[in-house]
């Protein structure tokens, strides 16, 4: 069963406004939090992250939201760039281990 | 280059024949991940090392699936009599904190 969810497959968001792309999750046990970035033909790249014990964190135009009662997430880019158009996977784990993913959102930022 | 390796790119096979992946990862990195990634889904675990012990394997890791990492450094993905259904890209990664840095990954085509 998918313990991360990405129930928006697409997002499109015109230059210079706000992308939000959102993730919940299922297992209360997920202490970390992060987000990749995928382009074509590419491994995923590390974005950013947030621990269970904050509700955000900022780095740039990118800020991820946590909120652990609705098991809920969020990725906030502003302001968005064409450079910015990419796959964006959320992911969590429980210590040290591995991560679960979720579907993906693909961005598009239009110029 | 420090980034996490991958060898091949890509891989086209027949079905029945065999294929071994390599991943060189960060050297200073103790833990080594293996995850598949089919189209329209995020990357899923497959297995995962620390330093050359085998730690934990996916239920997705059949037995036509072998893993090794023999001196803590670069390990090989072996599948055996390849199916249709392995077609995938394969990406390796490789921590020492929280995140992991994937590789490119391999794309395995089987005929």
């Known amino acids: 069963d998918q313990q991360v969810k990405q129930n928006s497959p697409s997002l499109s968001v015109q230059e210079g406004r706000i992308s939000i792309l959102n993730c919940d999750y299922t297992?209360?046990?997920?202490?970390?939090f992060l987000w990749y970035k995928k382009y074509p033909a590419e491994g995923p790249t590390f974005l950013i992250s947030i621990s269970s014990i904050k509700d955000k964190n900022e780095d740039g135009r990118f800020t991820v939201f946590l909120n652990k009662s609705a098991k809920h997430l969020s990725l906030h880019i502003v302001p968005s760039q064409p450079g910015d158009s990419a796959v964006y996977f959320c992911?969590?784990?429980?210590?040290?281990?591995?991560?679960?993913f979720g579907t993906g959102t693909r961005l598009t930022v239009i110029p | 280059d420090t980034g996490v390796s991958q060898d091949p790119r890509h891989k086209i096979t027949k079905r029945g024949q065999n294929v071994t992946f390599r991943c060189d990862p960060i050297?200073?990195?103790?833990?080594l991940y293996w995850y598949r990634q089919t189209l329209g889904q995020g990357p899923e675990f497959l297995t995962y090392f620390q330093n050359e012990a085998q730690l934990e394997k996916s239920r997705l890791l059949s037995d036509r699936f072998s893993a090794e990492r023999p001196k803590g450094s670069f390990s090989t993905l072996e599948i055996q009599r390849t199916e249709q259904g392995d077609s995938a890209m394969y990406l390796c990664a490789s921590n020492r904190a929280r995140f992991l840095v994937f590789g490119p990954g391999t794309r395995l085509t089987v005929l």
């Open positions: 297992n209360s046990m997920f202490d970390y």
């Open positions: 992911a969590a784990q429980t210590g040290a281990n591995n991560l679960f």
């Open positions: 050297s200073e990195h103790n833990r």
